[in-house]
């Protein structure tokens, strides 16, 4: 790892309490960067900010409310004097372990997906760009999944966002390239993170078929970490990534070629 690559750049990442964001804050903090820990799950946050160390710091948020994304950002601008990258990351997973489909999906579940999964991906984007240096240091990580691009017989309500969050991508990356801001997508494969965590420790069985499905289907000997994501995004946000832009990046061990 060059620990030094991101040295003095003013990052924001939303969603960061556990799982994928938590890790990210923490390679960050690593490699330099002052970040500001973004979460609706305040005292993660500020958890993860204080194993991160350097100046990292945590504030509340709740991306699907465009008030609290502004605030949000204020509030790290303020301390930053203003932004280099950030990583928006957050979702609301609930929906990953319904089993519906397009004829029995509920609506407020799809709803609810949307305002947090894209929408709030859309209020986050809008939020940071006016304060992003515009220079060729500036970077946008959004995290989608290869739920966006894969077969997805279940859970359409995810896999729509997601391939949302790629269409948001590819708009700013076209959009703002030219004033020196990059855009990408991480796309992780399964990972066991907050959320689907708890779902799986609730019940054993469905976490064996799961965990043996997964296996089956990587050409790998283990599952993905959240440290496997966080060294991609981190280097999509340094300048060794600064040819990467309008990119979905898959981060899973070859599940989904
Ligand atoms: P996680 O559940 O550990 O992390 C999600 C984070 O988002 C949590 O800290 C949570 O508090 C925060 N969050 C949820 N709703 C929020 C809101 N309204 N405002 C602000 N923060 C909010 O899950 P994980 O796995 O680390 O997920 C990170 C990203 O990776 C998500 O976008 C997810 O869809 C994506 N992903 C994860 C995969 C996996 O297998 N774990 C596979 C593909 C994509």
Redesign the pocket.
């Known amino acids: 790892m060059n620990s030094n690559r991101l040295t003095g750049r003013r990052i924001i990442v939303?969603?960061?309490?556990?799982?994928?964001?938590?890790a990210t804050v923490k390679r960050l903090a690593q490699e330099g960067a002052r970040v500001c820990a973004?979460?609706?799950?305040i005292d993660?946050?500020t958890q993860v900010a204080a194993e991160a160390g350097g100046e990292t710091f945590a504030v509340h948020?709740?991306?699907?409310d465009e008030g609290s994304v502004q605030k949000a950002v204020e509030a790290a601008v303020e301390r930053l004097g203003g932004l280099d990258g950030a990583h928006i990351?957050?979702?609301?997973?609930r929906v990953?372990m319904e089993d519906s489909d397009a004829l029995t999906v509920d609506l407020a579940v799809f709803d609810r997906t949307v305002a947090?999964?894209l929408r709030?991906h859309l209020l986050c984007t809008r939020a940071v760009l006016p304060h992003l240096t515009m220079n060729e240091t500036s970077a946008i990580v959004y995290?989608?999944?290869?739920?966006a691009h894969g077969a997805e017989p279940v859970r359409p309500s995810?896999a729509m966002t997601?391939a949302g969050v790629n269409a948001l991508m590819r708009h700013v990356a076209s959009r703002w390239g030219r004033e020196g801001v990059t855009a990408n997508v991480?796309?992780?494969?399964?990972?066991?993170?907050?959320?689907?965590k708890k779902f799986m420790d609730a019940d054993p069985g469905v976490a064996k078929q799961w965990e043996e499905q997964f296996m089956t289907e990587t050409p790998h000997t283990r599952l993905?970490q959240?440290e496997d994501?966080a060294a991609v995004v981190a280097l999509l946000l340094s300048d060794d990534g600064r040819w990467i832009n309008g990119s979905i990046v898959d981060v899973n061990g070859g599940s989904l070629m």
Do not use: R
């Open positions: 939303f969603g960061c309490a556990t799982g994928i964001g938590a973004a979460d609706i799950n993660g946050a948020v709740d991306i699907a990351n957050a979702a609301d997973l990953i947090v999964n709030g995290t989608s999944s290869g739920s995810y997601k991480l796309a992780p494969g399964f990972t066991i993170t907050g959320e689907m993905g959240s994501h």
